[in-house]
């Protein structure tokens, strides 16, 4: 079924100006997004002045390079829009959907790593192992976080990323038996055996922040958080497009990108500060991801805002009524058991 005010005759695709409009907007924000990201890193991370910068009185090359970036952000996605008319608005939200997942995944394979890694030189660290294992400077070097965040966790981030991209599972449900298996062996440890140490609460906190940030996005488009299900239960599919794509930008997107914004636009704020100084908890031997933990909330954020734009699109296609609406998970389970 074609959508309304769109044909499918001869089997050319004329879309609406409307549904040109929703994409283009939808990746806009997407686009701009990465932008901002960018700027961030290179204002922070490299000294750059920033793009407010280009209007003041001290512009620069580096200043109006930076304004650019965010130019791009906009003529990006309109070229990709007018290139692509024939694409529909759930073939944009597969491809939103596709890029939140694997930053989920990558997210998930990085809290593994890094947290099986670092809980293990706090361990060695905490009973002397280290300089026996080691010797004396990298003992010394892997107790400051400026040397173990390059050269342990650093190369674990990149190799979550390539796993990331061969692997399918999203590995909410192994994380979820990880947390259970790190706090059975703290209750072990300190019960049985009177041993506990500051880095076992820290792994766990690690790996229970990232099974609930991560899994937000995933949550979202299988209609799985929260709702006043009052009314929305017994609404049509077009009723629950029309309240699905106006909560979206209404109360979902705001909501992400003011966590974004908040958190990243100065190098004090919140999530910039602890990655800036790659910032560690104060309990003396426990683990050194706490600047990884501020990241998480980034991660939470940029997921459910390339979430949102593409559960947004989906629900105007819902709302219009057109063809291929995506199976929930549950739904596809459901099916396969009857």
């Given at each position: 079924m074609a959508s309304i005010g769109e044909s499918d005759m001869g089997g050319v695709y004329s879309p609406t100006p409307w549904t040109l409009?929703?994409?283009?907007?939808?990746?806009?924000?997407?686009a701009t997004l990465l932008a901002f990201h960018l700027n961030v890193y290179l204002s922070f991370?490299?000294?750059?002045?920033?793009?407010?910068?280009?209007?003041?009185?001290?512009?620069?090359?580096?200043?109006?390079?930076?304004?650019?970036?965010?130019?791009?952000?906009?003529?990006?996605?309109?070229?990709?829009?007018?290139r692509t008319r024939a694409r529909t608005l759930r073939e944009d939200d597969a491809a939103m959907t596709a890029i939140a997942t694997y930053i989920v995944k990558a997210s998930f394979w990085i809290v593994l790593l890094v947290g099986i890694a670092d809980a293990i030189v706090s361990?060695?660290?905490?009973?002397?192992?280290?300089?026996?294992?080691?010797?004396?400077?990298?003992?010394?070097?892997?107790?400051?976080?400026q040397f173990r965040a390059p050269y342990i966790h650093a190369p674990l981030i990149v190799v979550a990323l390539i796993l990331a991209s061969t692997t399918r599972t999203l590995g909410f449900t192994w994380l979820a038996l990880l947390v259970v298996v790190a706090e059975l062996q703290i209750v072990i440890s300190r019960f049985v055996f009177s041993y506990e140490q500051a880095?076992?609460?820290?792994?766990?906190?690690?790996?229970?922040?990232?099974?609930?940030l991560f899994a937000s996005a995933y949550t979202l488009i299988e209609e799985g958080h929260v709702r006043v299900d009052v009314l929305y239960s017994g609404f049509d599919q077009r009723t629950r497009g029309l309240v699905n794509a106006v909560g979206s930008v209404v109360l979902g997107l705001p909501f992400?990108?003011?966590?974004?914004?908040?958190?990243?636009s100065k190098p004090t704020s919140i999530i910039t500060n602890p990655l800036l100084s790659l910032e560690v908890t104060q309990s003396g031997f426990g683990?050194?991801?706490?600047?990884?933990?501020?990241?998480?909330?980034?991660?939470?954020?940029?997921?459910m805002t390339i979430q949102f734009c593409g559960y947004f699109l989906d629900?105007?296609?819902?709302?219009?009524?057109?063809?291929?609406?995506?199976?929930?998970?549950?739904e596809v389970t459901a099916t396969h058991g009857t």
């Open positions: 409009t929703y994409r283009f907007l939808a990746w806009s924000v997407v991370w490299h000294g750059w002045p920033g793009a407010a910068a280009a209007v003041g009185d001290k512009t620069s090359v580096l200043a109006w390079i930076q304004v650019l970036i965010y130019a791009a952000g906009i003529a990006g996605p309109a070229l990709f829009v007018s361990f060695l660290r905490v009973e002397g192992l280290l300089p026996g294992l080691f010797g004396e400077e990298i003992a010394v070097n892997l107790g400051r976080n880095f076992m609460g820290d792994l766990v906190r690690m790996w229970y922040a990232g099974l609930f992400s990108l003011t966590i974004i914004i908040l958190g990243m683990m050194y991801i706490k600047y990884l933990m501020a990241a998480f909330l980034a991660i939470f954020a940029v997921s629900a105007v296609a819902d709302y219009r009524g057109d063809s291929g609406k995506r199976k929930l998970d549950s």
